[in-house]
């Protein structure tokens, strides 16, 4: 209905790959983020928290062997992220794993490396709600998970727009009902 209507007059900005954007100069109405801003004149909320953690492919499992110790895991091919393409600290996580984590494989989209791990390529650090969706994996279980957060974000300008306060809400109550895929 409302929310159908208001698509053309909103701009929600869902970064799925490395991208600067200004809430200020009005490039996004909402913005979902991974780290609560501490600058500007912007209103944050909690979204929601998530974990993630090392899995492997069932098929990688039984053709090399799971490590037992983070140490062990300099043996293995190891799936990660670009570190060039990195646009918050939080999301630079690999030496939460194993401080000598050294990728194999590096690849710019989270979809990408959880595809990677899932066709057998190695060992990777996943979205543990990403990862529960694919029958085919394994936690490694030598670590224990990591925890961040999504956060909805706008500027305290267009707080008092409908449309903006309308989509914040139906965001808000979407995740509130799917919160168990998070936990």
């Known amino acids: 209905g409302e929310i159908t209507a208001l698509h053309r007059e909103l701009t929600i900005q869902l970064v799925p790959v490395p991208r600067s954007f200004s ?3 009005r490039e996004a109405d909402i913005a979902i983020t991974v780290e609560r801003p501490t600058e500007g004149r912007l209103v944050a909320g909690k979204l929601v928290d998530y974990t993630l953690g090392l899995f492997a492919s069932r098929a990688y499992a039984e053709a090399n062997g799971l490590p037992k110790t983070p140490a062990e895991l300099a043996r293995h091919t190891l799936i990660g992220y670009v570190p060039d393409l990195i646009v918050s600290p939080s999301l630079d996580y690999a030496a939460e ?6 990728t194999s494989f ?3 989209s989270a979809l990408g490396q959880a595809e990677a791990v899932r066709s057998a390529a190695g060992i990777g650090i996943l979205h543990t709600f990403v990862a529960r969706s694919m029958p085919e994996l394994v936690p ?6 990591i925890r961040r957060a999504y956060w909805l974000v706008y500027h ?3 707080r008092p727009l409908r449309r903006v306060q309308l989509v914040a809400n139906f965001i808000t109550k979407a995740v509130e009902r799917e ?3 998070f936990s």
């Not at 794993?97 to 050294?102: D, G, H, K, Q, T």
């Not at 490694?140 to 998970?145: C, E, L, M």
């Open 97 to 102: 794993f194993s401080p000598e984590w050294r």
């Open 140 to 145: 490694v279980d030598i670590v224990a998970p």
């Open 179 to 181: 919160r168990g895929l």
């Open 23 to 25: 809430l200020s100069r």
């Open 156 to 158: 305290e300008s267009v």
């Open 106 to 108: 590096a690849i710019s």
